[in-house]
């Protein structure tokens, strides 16, 4: 089956940076888009980042837009989240999520693989 696996989280000081990545695996894995989503405790599954494969990638809300880049390596199916000058309020579990529509893909319901998360701690 599917899998998607991530890696890069951990604790870091108010204003450092973290690198998060997403390996793919499968048989005949393919996807239209990939994504990065971030859940915090009591709050609502946000979209940080989407990118697709024929190009081209979008970052939501204010608070991360400048801050968080997403990008990807085509022949290894990863992607990658580059995490930039870090705040308390962005700590949660960030999550790698794949996408076979070429719509939409700003909401979790677009997404049809799932992996089991990473944690992110901003330290103040």
């Known amino acids: 089956q599917v899998q998607l696996l991530e890696s890069g989280g951990g604790l870091v000081q108010a204003g450092g940076s973290l690198r998060l990545s997403c390996a793919a695996s499968?048989?005949?894995?393919?996807?239209?888009?990939m994504a990065w989503f971030r859940q915090a405790p009591g709050k609502e599954r946000e979209i940080v980042a989407f990118?697709?494969?024929?190009?081209?990638?979008?970052t939501y809300s204010d608070s991360m837009k400048g801050r968080f880049t997403i990008s990807r390596e085509d022949a290894k199916n990863t992607v990658f989240l580059q995490m930039n000058s870090l705040k308390p309020e962005d700590t949660a579990v960030y999550y790698c999520?794949?996408?076979?529509?070429?719509?939409?893909?700003?909401?979790?319901?677009?997404?049809?693989?799932w992996g089991q998360g990473t944690q992110v701690t901003g330290s103040a």
């Open positions: 499968g048989p005949a894995f393919s996807s239209y888009a």
């Open positions: 999520a794949a996408a076979q529509v070429r719509v939409g893909l700003t909401t979790a319901r677009d997404y049809k693989y």
């Open positions: 990118i697709r494969w024929s190009g081209g990638s979008s």
